[in-house]
């Protein structure tokens, strides 16, 4: 007889769930672990999260450092490139102020009720010229206003038409004497920005120099080659006809034709000289020189050139 069977219906296994949260593991791991490992892993897991922390302020940090820098660059950029805009549009390029360095002056003497023949004259005859300094002539328009006459009134006082280059090249001219003690010496002075294209239109002009400041250098019109009109009328004509002719009178001393480069108290100059008939030597009558980078002195003697120059050094 066989063995009655069972029948008892198995019961289902139990169905797990498929994910598991953080606080199951927890539990799970209190279940089977000890509370000392537990401590552990609890410390490590705080110790990697403050980690984490720490880097993502780094990197935080990291990129605003790095933007700042940037917009630092960028206004630095835009700061310097206003300020080269600014200069070169908005400012004005400043110069240094020309002049012909400082000498004591004479008293103011208006050009309007005087030539130069007369200013020279008087100076020469005064008795109160220091000897051995040169003095700058205080010449003025007038005795009202006491305004200090312009490079082209110069000019015209003193009957020298320069040309214009030559003239655009002179900053400012002044006209200036010295006492030597025997005899009153007569100079220009002149201040250039330009030295080199001041000494292009003096080359350039070297054929009429001489004639251009005889007046105001007071040079022997015996050593002046000048050209004369003579008008003549004929007193038997009834119409009264008039003849000019132009007379060239070039008269001993012989001023030799062309300027030579030499030097005086170490300084180069440009000269011309004339044959004393008498003597037969050449004779400086006429020369110009630098005695400074910018300052330019024309004249009839050397020893006005050192006297010049001596003041001027002094000044330094």
Known sequence: MEPEKSTTTPQPEE??????????????AMDITDPATIQ?????????????VVIAAEQRERKWYSLSSLLLLL???????????????LTVKTQPTASVGVFQSTDNIAIDTTTIQEVLTTLAKSTTLPVGK???????????????????????????????????????ARLGVVNTGKEVLPFIIASVPDPLKTSKELTIAEPTLLQLFSQALTIPAAVVPSTTTVTTQSPTTASAQVATMQVRAIQAPVVLPTFKSQYFYNLPVRSLSAINPVTGQQDIVF?????SNTILVITTKPTVLKAVYDTILSQH
């Open 75 to 89: 206004m630095t950029v835009a700061i310097a490139g206003y300020g080269a805009y600014y200069y070169m549009h």
């Open 40 to 52: 552990a892993m609890l410390a490590d897991a705080r110790e990697r999260e403050g980690e984490t």
């Open 287 to 291: 020369l110009y020189g630098y005695v």
């Open 15 to 28: 169905q797990h769930a498929l994910a598991h949260t953080y606080q199951d593991d927890m539990a799970k």
């Open 134 to 172: 040169p003095l700058v002539v205080n010449l003025v328009k007038d005795s009202k206003t006491n305004t200090l006459i312009s490079n082209s009134d110069l000019y015209s006082f003193i009957g020298a038409q320069l040309t214009e280059p030559l003239q655009a090249s002179i900053a400012v």
